[in-house]
């Protein structure tokens, strides 16, 4: 080894990170070569000494303190989320809990920018038909209240069954209509089971799918006139909504599976009931 | 009454404001879900708060301002905790620096780009600290106040690298992951940041004599 190469792997060497051959080879330089040596010493007595003194600032006790009690309104956060009654889900998100700890920074206008225009976007591609907007909320929210409430407190299913032939008669008999029930266990969403609903003052049919271990909710009623018959998919609380309509019947679905999922279930769906 | 969102609202979900403070909002079936999160939690907080000062450390030197500091470590610990599900390595202390690392550095890119990369500041390179021999520098280098000039003047890599290696004594396979940096140009980089420190310091001195 010259003394080039040794200058080269001075850190590594100093720093104990070489393998251990090339590291006989220096130290057989260092015995060879004073100058070199000589620099070695002094640049590893330099390092030591800079790093020891190099001051180390400890966390204050307060940031400790600020860090749990974040976590802690974090976590409560979640809490509201899964055990919340019906009427807190149209704010589910804990407005203030978790302080934006970086809001002194001109935070990312480009963010808000981006928001604007995915929101804008949204308008453009999907929502071409203006409603009131409390209405439109109320019904989302109604959707995904009803879904989460229906995956708590074993109300999933009023009848439970993988037999279209069970939960179709089941609800017509308990409804006004006859919704259409599809089979879609070969497609990889079986029917687990039915289930009667409340949701706009009046009842409608749920009938509950099952994607790996997700569940999707299907809400299902006759069209009524104020019923849009635009095709939707909506993100809400991580909840994806998909909405369409076949002319007699308004349907939503709603589920926490991926939102390609939920287009292919809605297609599925599509083409199963066109068939009956 | 059925009708679709309406865009109003749609924007809303996506509103930059609450957009960082949105908790995925999960259905538990369980009655112990509660009490699951509560030992994630202080799963959570075992694994993670010993590193507390060394964080703080790290967010210090890079940001160079308490406040700043602060505001980085608490968010990074937030989005730990969130992320904490997908963490299965048994190092904590690097896992937790590489969030930090990479919360300081949005703040820093957003405060100037140009404090990031390594720059040759021909100034402070003014001639004369030559005449500073080693044991010149050695006299004083258990200065910390002179230390910490010097080191505030360096490229925020090259203090990150620094911090890392002085003061958490991490390997360089861990200096690596956490900088992001192919694990063949740690030496380099550590070299040629110890290397500027003592040019730094060799300057300084050599302007108080």
Same mark, same amino acid.
């Given at each position: 080894m010259n003394c080039e190469e040794a200058t080269k792997l001075m850190d590594g060497y100093l720093d104990s990170e070489l393998d251990p051959i090339t590291s006989q080879k220096i130290e057989q330089h260092l015995r060879e070569c004073p100058k070199c040596d000589?620099?070695?010493?002094?640049?590893?007595?330099?390092?030591?000494?800079?790093?020891?003194?190099?001051?180390?600032?400890?966390?204050?006790?307060?940031?400790?303190?600020?860090?749990?009690?974040?976590?802690? $309104?974090?976590?409560?956060?979640?809490?509201?989320?899964?055990?919340?009654?019906?009427?807190?889900?149209?704010?589910?998100?804990?407005q203030g809990e978790r302080r934006p700890v970086l809001s002194h920074v001109p935070w990312n206008w480009l963010a808000l920018a981006a928001a604007i225009m995915s929101g804008a976007l949204i308008t453009a591609v999907f929502?071409?038909?203006?409603?009131?907007?409390?209405?439109?909320?109320?019904?989302?929210?109604?959707?995904?209240?009803?879904?989460?409430?229906?995956?708590?407190?074993?109300?999933?299913? $009023?009848?439970?069954?993988?037999?279209?032939?069970?939960?179709?008669?089941?609800?017509?008999?308990?409804?006004?209509?006859?919704a259409p029930v599809a089979d879609l266990s070969s497609q990889g969403f079986p029917l687990i089971g039915g289930r009667l609903d409340y949701l706009n003052n009046h009842s409608v049919a749920a009938l509950v799918y099952q994607k790996r271990k997700h569940f999707i909710n299907l809400f299902i009623w006759p069209?009524?006139?104020?019923?849009?018959?635009?095709?939707?998919?909506?993100?809400?609380?991580?909840?994806?909504?998909?909405?369409?309509s076949d002319g007699d019947f308004t349907y939503w679905a709603v589920s926490d599976v991926n939102p390609s999922d939920l287009q292919n279930f809605k297609q599925l769906f599509e083409q199963q009931t066109a068939r009956h | 009454m059925a009708l679709p969102l309406k865009a109003a609202h749609a924007s809303e979900t996506e509103d930059f404001e609450s957009s960082r403070n949105i908790v995925k909002f999960t259905v538990f079936?369980?009655?112990?879900?509660?009490?699951?999160?509560?030992?994630?939690?202080?799963?959570?907080?075992?694994?993670?708060?010993?590193?507390?000062?060394?964080?703080?450390?790290?967010?210090?030197?890079?940001?160079?301002?308490?406040?700043?500091?602060?505001?980085?470590?608490?968010?990074?610990?937030?989005?730990?905790?969130?992320?904490?599900?997908?963490?299965h390595g048994s190092n904590g202390r690097a896992w937790l620096l590489t969030i930090v690392r990479n919360t300081s550095y949005t703040l820093l890119k957003k405060n100037s780009a140009a404090d990031l990369t390594t720059t040759f500041d021909d100034e402070i390179h003014a001639p004369g600290?030559?005449?500073?021999?080693?044991?010149?520098?050695?006299?004083?280098?258990e200065d910390a106040e002179l230390i910490r000039e010097a080191m505030d003047e360096l490229p925020a890599e090259f203090r990150e690298i620094l911090v890392l290696r002085h003061q958490e004594g991490l390997s360089y396979k861990e200096i690596a992951d956490i900088a992001q940096i192919p694990p063949g140009t740690v030496m380099s980089r550590l070299a040629r940041a110890r290397g500027k420190l003592k040019e730094y310091l060799a300057a300084r001195i050599g302007k108080e004599k």
């Amino acid at each position: 080894m010259n003394c080039e190469e040794a200058t080269k792997l001075m850190d590594g060497y100093l720093d104990s990170e070489l393998d251990p051959i090339t590291s006989q080879k220096i130290e057989q330089h260092l015995r060879e070569c004073p100058k070199c040596d000589q620099a070695y010493k002094i640049h590893g007595s330099l390092i030591r000494v800079i790093g020891n003194a190099t001051p180390y600032y400890k966390a204050p006790a307060e940031l400790r303190e600020q860090i749990q009690s974040s976590l802690r $309104d974090a976590v409560g956060a979640k809490d509201k989320g899964g055990i919340g009654q019906p009427g807190q889900l149209s704010v589910p998100r804990p407005q203030g809990e978790r302080r934006p700890v970086l809001s002194h920074v001109p935070w990312n206008w480009l963010a808000l920018a981006a928001a604007i225009m995915s929101g804008a976007l949204i308008t453009a591609v999907f929502l071409p038909r203006m409603r009131p907007p409390n209405a439109d909320q109320f019904l989302a929210t109604q959707l995904i209240a009803s879904h989460v409430r229906s995956l708590m407190a074993n109300h999933l299913m $009023d009848v439970p069954s993988s037999d279209q032939h069970t939960v179709k008669p089941w609800l017509d008999a308990k409804l006004d209509f006859a919704a259409p029930v599809a089979d879609l266990s070969s497609q990889g969403f079986p029917l687990i089971g039915g289930r009667l609903d409340y949701l706009n003052n009046h009842s409608v049919a749920a009938l509950v799918y099952q994607k790996r271990k997700h569940f999707i909710n299907l809400f299902i009623w006759p069209t009524t006139p104020e019923d849009s018959t635009a095709q939707t998919m909506v993100e809400r609380e991580g909840y994806h909504l998909v909405h369409w309509s076949d002319g007699d019947f308004t349907y939503w679905a709603v589920s926490d599976v991926n939102p390609s999922d939920l287009q292919n279930f809605k297609q599925l769906f599509e083409q199963q009931t066109a068939r009956h | 009454m059925a009708l679709p969102l309406k865009a109003a609202h749609a924007s809303e979900t996506e509103d930059f404001e609450s957009s960082r403070n949105i908790v995925k909002f999960t259905v538990f079936k369980g009655s112990d879900q509660n009490h699951a999160q509560k030992a994630e939690l202080a799963s959570f907080e075992e694994a993670l708060l010993p590193h507390l000062d060394a964080a703080h450390n790290l967010a210090r030197w890079l940001l160079r301002n308490e406040q700043d500091a602060e505001d980085v470590v608490q968010e990074a610990y937030l989005r730990a905790f969130k992320s904490f599900g997908g963490f299965h390595g048994s190092n904590g202390r690097a896992w937790l620096l590489t969030i930090v690392r990479n919360t300081s550095y949005t703040l820093l890119k957003k405060n100037s780009a140009a404090d990031l990369t390594t720059t040759f500041d021909d100034e402070i390179h003014a001639p004369g600290h030559e005449s500073v021999s080693p044991a010149t520098i050695l006299e004083n280098s258990e200065d910390a106040e002179l230390i910490r000039e010097a080191m505030d003047e360096l490229p925020a890599e090259f203090r990150e690298i620094l911090v890392l290696r002085h003061q958490e004594g991490l390997s360089y396979k861990e200096i690596a992951d956490i900088a992001q940096i192919p694990p063949g140009t740690v030496m380099s980089r550590l070299a040629r940041a110890r290397g500027k420190l003592k040019e730094y310091l060799a300057a300084r001195i050599g302007k108080e004599k």
